[in-house]
Nanobody, 125 residues
C-alpha cells in the first residue's frame, strides 16, 4: 500500500503559477503510475494529468495542455504538478492518485487504487 499527501495549494491570481506536490509513503514509489485529478465546485472529479513509472510517458486533459506539467522524482517519492497561466476555471480540489496494478496510464478514476486527501487551489480573477 501507499499513502499520498498533497501540498502546495492556495489562493493565486489569474495568470499566476502554483506547484503542487504529492508525497508518497513506502519504498516502491517507482513502481506506481501517478495521476492528478481535480474537482471543481458542483462538478464531478475529472482527470488532469498522469505520468508513467519512469516519467517517459505523460498525458494531459486538453484544457491544461501547454499550461500544466506533471513530473516525478522517484528518489524523493514525490510527484509534482506545475500549473502556469492559471485561470479561474482551474479552481478545484486537486487529488493525487496512484496505482501499481496496471501497465499503462489511463484517465479514468477507477484505474487508480490510492488517493490523497486533496489540496484546494483557488484562482481569483
Amino acid at each position: 500500500q501507499v499513502q499520498l499527501v498533497e501540498s502546495g495549494g492556495g489562493l493565486v491570481q489569474a495568470g499566476g503559477s502554483v506547484r503542487l506536490s504529492c508525497a508518497a509513503s513506502g519504498r516502491t514509489f517507482s513502481s506506481y503510475f501517478m495521476a492528478w485529478f481535480r474537482q471543481a465546485p458542483g462538478k464531478e472529479r475529472e482527470f488532469a494529468a498522469a505520468i508513467s513509472r519512469s516519467a517517459s510517458v505523460t498525458d494531459y486533459v486538453d484544457s491544461v495542455k501547454g499550461r500544466f506539467t506533471i513530473s516525478r522524482d522517484n528518489a524523493k517519492n514525490t510527484v509534482y504538478l506545475q500549473m502556469n497561466s492559471l485561470k479561474p476555471e482551474d479552481t478545484a480540489v486537486y487529488y493525487c492518485a496512484a496505482t501499481n496494478r496496471r501497465d499503462y496510464i489511463r484517465r479514468i478514476q477507477n484505474w487508480y487504487d490510492y488517493w490523497g486527501q486533496g489540496t484546494q487551489v483557488t484562482v481569483s480573477s
